[in-house]
């Protein structure tokens, strides 16, 4: 299923690496949401600057062994809940970049129209490439409710690169039906440092 969230710094200071959990529960309470794609529910948003707002999205399977038949769990409830953030004080924006992203449009894949790719443009002011973190696009319907998101969580892309360009982000299976278009709201993760703790990550770390 295609998940979305748009989370707002509403705070006078900078929020550093702040992380998102994306809950999907059943109607029992549980977790609906197969256990292979648990891992894609925890992110880590690297910088929110005060006023800012920032796509959050990701795509899980749903869960059939609940079910003797093998049928998808039912969804009753959608939550986004915030981790532990670093706040730090507004004097330090001029130590982080502002990264702007612009939505361009989407060219669905022949054949599926919930499928295709996402195109954007970015800003940076900074001076050097900055660690990329994964590209987002999250989905709203004509009265501005979120439907849906997007991600790719490719860290080697070059949307954090420091010259100003046009990327796409692609997705299959994930952009709804009946999406308002011109309101997708893009964003790219560019982190100032890499991230430790190597390659095998611990249960609960960042997707990202």
């Known amino acids: 299923m295609s998940l979305g969230a748009i989370v707002r710094n509403t705070a006078s200071q900078i929020a550093y690496r702040t992380t998102v959990t994306l809950r999907v529960s059943d109607p029992q309470g549980r977790t609906a949401i197969d ?3 648990a891992a894609q529910l925890i992110l880590e948003i690297p910088i929110i ?18 079910s003797p038949a093998g049928r998808p769990d039912k969804v009753a409830s959608f939550d986004v809940t915030l981790g532990p953030t670093l ?3 507004p004097e330090n924006t001029t130590l982080f970049p502002t990264v702007t992203t612009t939505y361009l449009g989407v060219d669905r894949f022949d054949g599926d129209p919930t499928s295709g790719r ?3 443009s970015v800003t940076s002011t900074s001076c050097r490439p900055l660690v990329a973190r ?4 999250v989905f ?3 009265t501005g409710a979120v439907v849906g998101g997007a991600f790719d969580p490719d860290t080697t892309s070059p949307h954090c690169d420091a010259m100003d360009h046009e990327e796409s982000l692609s997705t299959i299976h994930s952009i709804p039906t009946g999406i308002d278009e011109a309101k997708t709201v893009v964003s790219v993760y560019c982190d100032i440092a890499t991230v430790g703790g190597g390659r095998v990550k611990p249960s609960g770390a960042p997707f990202n």
């Open 134 to 137: 994964g590209s987002f696009a």
């Open 49 to 66: 600057m005060p006023g800012q707002q920032v796509a959050v999205a990701s795509s899980a399977g749903l869960r059939t062994d609940l």
């Open 118 to 120: 996402v195109r954007y």
């Open 87 to 89: 706040w730090l004080p």
């Open 140 to 142: 709203l319907d004509q």
């Open 35 to 37: 256990p292979l794609n």
